[in-house]
């Protein structure tokens, strides 16, 4: 079965950390671009980060930039996003998508087209 299964989501306190995982299964992850994508209520996705797949090229959002980190883990069929210093702005419903097959075309949302589930996270005092 073709699938991306989020986890690692949960509530934490402002100034801490959380690490996401993406497993897929089905297929081989590490021929794909991958992203992380964030929505919260009444709010458009937003891409947050987004790694070729090779690895040599990350972007990130802005507001996530030198907190987050994306990573893959090609012999486990998984990436991560470890998010560090975390706001109550980060609370969101949290995405992995894969893009293009060994192809690189940012990180906008329409550029993906397989989505895991997604894993709320809450940042909260």
């Known amino acids: 079965q073709v699938q991306l299964v989020e986890s690692g989501g949960g509530l934490v306190q402002p100034g801490g950390s959380l690490r996401l995982s993406c497993a897929a299964s089905g297929f081989t992850l590490g021929d794909y671009a991958i992203g992380w994508f964030r929505q919260a209520p009444g709010k458009e996705r937003e891409g947050v980060a987004c790694m070729s797949s090779s690895g040599r090229i990350t972007d990130y959002a802005g507001s996530v930039k030198g907190r987050f980190a994306i990573s893959r883990d090609n012999a486990k069929n998984t990436v991560y996003l470890q998010m560090n210093s975390l706001k109550p702005e980060d609370t969101a419903s949290y995405y992995c998508?894969?893009?293009?097959?060994?192809?690189?075309?940012?990180?906008?949302?329409?550029?993906?087209?397989?989505w895991g589930q997604g894993t709320q996270v809450t940042v909260s005092s």
């Open positions: 998508a894969t893009g293009g097959f060994h192809s690189y075309y940012g990180c906008a949302s329409y550029r993906y087209d397989r």
